[in-house]
Antibody
Framework: EVQLLESGGGLVQPGGSLRLSCVAS????????MSWVRQAPGKALEWVSI????????YYVDSVRGRFTVSRDNSKNTLYVQMDSLRAEDTAIYYC???????????????WGQGTLVTVSS | DIQMTQSPLSVSASVGDRVTITCRAS??????LAWYQQKPGQVLKLLIY???RLQGGVPTRFSGNGSGTDFTLTISSLQPEDIATYYC?????????FGGGTKVEIK
Protein backbone atom coordinates (compact mmCIF):
# COMPACT_ATOMS: atom_id res chain seq x y z
CA GLU A 1 0.00 0.00 0.00
CA VAL A 2 1.22 3.47 -0.88
CA GLN A 3 1.41 5.44 2.34
CA LEU A 4 3.36 7.74 4.63
CA LEU A 5 3.40 7.26 8.40
CA GLU A 6 4.70 9.96 10.71
CA SER A 7 5.76 9.53 14.32
CA GLY A 8 7.71 11.29 17.05
CA GLY A 9 5.33 14.06 18.04
CA GLY A 10 4.63 14.99 21.62
CA LEU A 11 4.78 17.66 24.30
CA VAL A 12 8.05 19.58 24.60
CA GLN A 13 9.04 22.66 26.57
CA PRO A 14 10.00 25.91 24.83
CA GLY A 15 13.66 25.73 23.84
CA GLY A 16 13.53 21.95 23.65
CA SER A 17 14.10 19.54 20.79
CA LEU A 18 12.17 16.83 19.02
CA ARG A 19 12.82 14.56 16.04
CA LEU A 20 9.99 13.49 13.77
CA SER A 21 10.10 10.52 11.41
CA CYS A 22 8.12 9.62 8.32
CA VAL A 23 8.25 6.09 6.95
CA ALA A 24 7.24 5.63 3.32
CA SER A 25 5.95 2.51 1.63
CA UNK A 26 4.57 1.49 -1.73
CA UNK A 27 6.79 3.65 -3.97
CA UNK A 28 10.49 4.16 -4.73
CA UNK A 29 11.25 6.58 -1.92
CA UNK A 30 14.66 7.67 -3.17
CA UNK A 31 13.19 8.95 -6.44
CA UNK A 32 11.12 11.72 -4.88
CA UNK A 33 11.65 14.98 -3.05
CA MET A 34 9.88 14.94 0.29
CA SER A 35 8.49 17.81 2.33
CA TRP A 36 7.29 18.64 5.81
CA VAL A 37 4.12 20.71 6.03
CA ARG A 38 2.54 21.83 9.30
CA GLN A 39 -0.86 23.03 10.45
CA ALA A 40 -1.33 24.95 13.68
CA PRO A 41 -4.63 24.24 15.49
CA GLY A 42 -7.50 25.72 13.49
CA LYS A 43 -5.12 27.32 10.98
CA ALA A 44 -4.11 26.86 7.35
CA LEU A 45 -1.37 24.65 5.99
CA GLU A 46 2.21 25.97 6.11
CA TRP A 47 5.04 24.39 4.13
CA VAL A 48 8.16 23.94 6.27
CA SER A 49 10.96 22.23 4.36
CA ILE A 50 11.90 20.00 1.46
CA UNK A 51 14.69 17.57 0.68
CA UNK A 52 15.60 16.17 -2.72
CA UNK A 53 15.46 12.45 -3.44
CA UNK A 54 19.21 12.07 -3.11
CA UNK A 55 19.33 14.20 0.03
CA UNK A 56 21.74 16.64 -1.57
CA UNK A 57 19.42 19.65 -1.69
CA UNK A 58 17.20 21.24 0.92
CA TYR A 59 15.13 24.35 1.41
CA TYR A 60 13.40 25.79 4.48
CA VAL A 61 10.80 28.41 5.23
CA ASP A 62 12.40 31.43 6.92
CA SER A 63 10.64 30.85 10.26
CA VAL A 64 12.44 27.53 10.85
CA ARG A 65 15.72 28.00 9.00
CA GLY A 66 18.62 27.46 11.42
CA ARG A 67 16.42 25.62 13.93
CA PHE A 68 15.04 22.69 11.90
CA THR A 69 17.15 20.19 9.96
CA VAL A 70 15.62 17.81 7.46
CA SER A 71 17.34 14.55 6.53
CA ARG A 72 16.50 11.20 4.97
CA ASP A 73 17.72 7.62 5.00
CA ASN A 74 16.81 6.11 1.67
CA SER A 75 17.86 2.64 2.84
CA LYS A 76 15.11 2.86 5.47
CA ASN A 77 12.58 4.76 3.32
CA THR A 78 12.47 7.35 6.07
CA LEU A 79 12.36 11.14 6.19
CA TYR A 80 13.29 13.01 9.35
CA VAL A 81 13.14 16.50 10.74
CA GLN A 82 15.21 17.50 13.75
CA MET A 83 13.52 20.44 15.47
CA ASP A 84 15.63 22.45 17.92
CA SER A 85 15.01 25.64 19.89
CA LEU A 86 11.29 25.00 19.68
CA ARG A 87 8.85 27.84 20.25
CA ALA A 88 5.18 27.98 21.15
CA GLU A 89 4.41 29.02 17.57
CA ASP A 90 5.83 25.70 16.33
CA THR A 91 2.85 23.92 17.88
CA ALA A 92 1.12 22.14 15.01
CA ILE A 93 0.31 18.88 13.33
CA TYR A 94 3.31 18.00 11.16
CA TYR A 95 2.65 16.17 7.91
CA CYS A 96 5.14 14.63 5.54
CA UNK A 97 4.25 14.89 1.88
CA UNK A 98 5.58 13.35 -1.31
CA UNK A 99 6.43 15.52 -4.29
CA UNK A 100 4.27 14.92 -7.33
CA UNK A 101 7.27 14.59 -9.61
CA UNK A 102 10.78 13.23 -9.32
CA UNK A 103 12.63 16.39 -10.31
CA UNK A 104 14.10 18.74 -7.72
CA UNK A 105 12.23 21.99 -7.37
CA UNK A 106 8.89 23.47 -6.37
CA UNK A 107 6.04 21.02 -6.81
CA UNK A 108 2.68 19.88 -5.49
CA UNK A 109 2.10 16.92 -3.22
CA UNK A 110 0.35 13.76 -4.34
CA UNK A 111 0.64 11.76 -1.11
CA TRP A 112 0.30 12.88 2.50
CA GLY A 113 0.69 11.21 5.86
CA GLN A 114 -1.86 11.40 8.65
CA GLY A 115 0.33 13.77 10.67
CA THR A 116 1.87 13.86 14.14
CA LEU A 117 1.06 16.51 16.74
CA VAL A 118 3.82 18.63 18.25
CA THR A 119 2.90 20.76 21.25
CA VAL A 120 5.40 23.28 22.59
CA SER A 121 4.36 24.41 26.04
CA SER A 122 5.68 24.76 29.55
CA ASP B 1 7.25 35.16 -1.02
CA ILE B 2 4.11 34.58 -3.10
CA GLN B 3 0.93 35.16 -1.11
CA MET B 4 -2.11 33.03 -1.91
CA THR B 5 -5.52 34.47 -1.05
CA GLN B 6 -8.63 32.31 -1.09
CA SER B 7 -12.24 33.39 -1.04
CA PRO B 8 -14.71 32.94 0.40
CA LEU B 9 -13.60 31.83 3.86
CA SER B 10 -16.61 29.54 3.96
CA VAL B 11 -19.50 28.61 1.73
CA SER B 12 -22.81 26.95 2.57
CA ALA B 13 -24.70 25.33 -0.30
CA SER B 14 -27.34 22.73 -0.94
CA VAL B 15 -26.74 19.25 -2.32
CA GLY B 16 -26.62 19.52 -6.09
CA ASP B 17 -25.53 23.16 -6.12
CA ARG B 18 -22.57 24.45 -8.05
CA VAL B 19 -19.82 25.74 -5.76
CA THR B 20 -16.89 27.89 -6.85
CA ILE B 21 -13.84 28.77 -4.76
CA THR B 22 -11.36 31.42 -5.84
CA CYS B 23 -7.60 31.60 -5.27
CA ARG B 24 -5.51 34.65 -6.14
CA ALA B 25 -1.70 34.74 -6.26
CA SER B 26 0.21 37.92 -5.37
CA UNK B 27 2.22 37.52 -8.58
CA UNK B 28 1.90 35.47 -11.73
CA UNK B 29 2.43 31.74 -11.29
CA UNK B 30 1.47 30.54 -14.77
CA UNK B 31 -0.46 27.29 -14.13
CA UNK B 32 1.68 26.12 -11.21
CA LEU B 33 -1.24 25.65 -8.87
CA ALA B 34 -2.72 22.73 -6.97
CA TRP B 35 -5.93 22.22 -5.00
CA TYR B 36 -6.30 19.95 -1.96
CA GLN B 37 -9.21 18.60 0.05
CA GLN B 38 -8.96 18.17 3.82
CA LYS B 39 -11.61 16.20 5.70
CA PRO B 40 -11.50 15.76 9.48
CA GLY B 41 -9.69 12.57 10.43
CA GLN B 42 -8.66 11.82 6.84
CA VAL B 43 -5.43 12.20 4.91
CA LEU B 44 -5.09 15.33 2.78
CA LYS B 45 -5.94 14.66 -0.83
CA LEU B 46 -4.62 16.21 -4.04
CA LEU B 47 -7.57 17.09 -6.28
CA ILE B 48 -6.18 19.25 -9.06
CA TYR B 49 -2.63 20.01 -10.23
CA UNK B 50 -1.24 22.19 -12.98
CA UNK B 51 -4.32 24.40 -12.35
CA UNK B 52 -6.73 22.18 -14.28
CA ARG B 53 -5.52 18.57 -14.37
CA LEU B 54 -7.65 16.16 -12.36
CA GLN B 55 -5.69 13.80 -10.11
CA GLY B 56 -6.46 10.13 -10.71
CA GLY B 57 -9.49 8.85 -8.83
CA VAL B 58 -10.97 12.30 -8.20
CA PRO B 59 -14.64 12.63 -9.24
CA THR B 60 -15.20 14.58 -12.44
CA ARG B 61 -17.53 17.02 -10.67
CA PHE B 62 -14.34 18.73 -9.50
CA SER B 63 -12.64 21.04 -11.98
CA GLY B 64 -9.97 23.71 -11.90
CA ASN B 65 -9.40 26.72 -14.07
CA GLY B 66 -7.18 29.77 -14.40
CA SER B 67 -3.63 30.91 -15.05
CA GLY B 68 -1.42 33.80 -14.05
CA THR B 69 -2.86 35.16 -10.81
CA ASP B 70 -6.51 34.07 -10.71
CA PHE B 71 -7.75 30.52 -10.27
CA THR B 72 -10.98 28.71 -9.45
CA LEU B 73 -11.98 25.33 -8.09
CA THR B 74 -15.52 24.33 -9.03
CA ILE B 75 -17.68 21.53 -7.69
CA SER B 76 -20.36 21.16 -10.35
CA SER B 77 -22.89 19.34 -8.17
CA LEU B 78 -22.16 19.40 -4.43
CA GLN B 79 -22.39 16.03 -2.69
CA PRO B 80 -22.53 15.34 1.07
CA GLU B 81 -19.08 13.72 0.91
CA ASP B 82 -17.59 16.98 -0.42
CA ILE B 83 -17.91 18.61 3.01
CA ALA B 84 -14.32 19.62 3.71
CA THR B 85 -11.84 22.46 3.73
CA TYR B 86 -10.14 23.20 0.42
CA TYR B 87 -6.68 24.72 -0.02
CA CYS B 88 -4.81 26.08 -3.02
CA UNK B 89 -1.01 25.95 -3.24
CA UNK B 90 1.47 27.61 -5.58
CA UNK B 91 4.25 25.42 -6.95
CA UNK B 92 6.32 27.92 -8.90
CA UNK B 93 8.87 29.01 -6.30
CA UNK B 94 10.19 28.42 -2.78
CA UNK B 95 8.88 28.92 -0.20
CA UNK B 96 5.83 26.94 -1.31
CA UNK B 97 2.73 28.69 -0.02
CA PHE B 98 -0.90 27.77 0.58
CA GLY B 99 -4.09 29.75 0.63
CA GLY B 100 -5.95 30.25 3.88
CA GLY B 101 -8.54 27.60 3.13
CA THR B 102 -12.24 27.56 2.26
CA LYS B 103 -14.68 25.53 4.34
CA VAL B 104 -17.55 24.00 2.37
CA GLU B 105 -20.70 23.11 4.28
CA ILE B 106 -24.13 21.76 3.43
CA LYS B 107 -27.02 24.18 3.83
Amino acid sequence: EVQLLESGGGLVQPGGSLRLSCVASGFTFSNYPMSWVRQAPGKALEWVSIMSGSGGSTYYVDSVRGRFTVSRDNSKNTLYVQMDSLRAEDTAIYYCAKGGGSAWGPDWFDLWGQGTLVTVSS
Amino acid sequence: DIQMTQSPLSVSASVGDRVTITCRASQGISSWLAWYQQKPGQVLKLLIYDASRLQGGVPTRFSGNGSGTDFTLTISSLQPEDIATYYCQQAVSFPLTFGGGTKVEIK
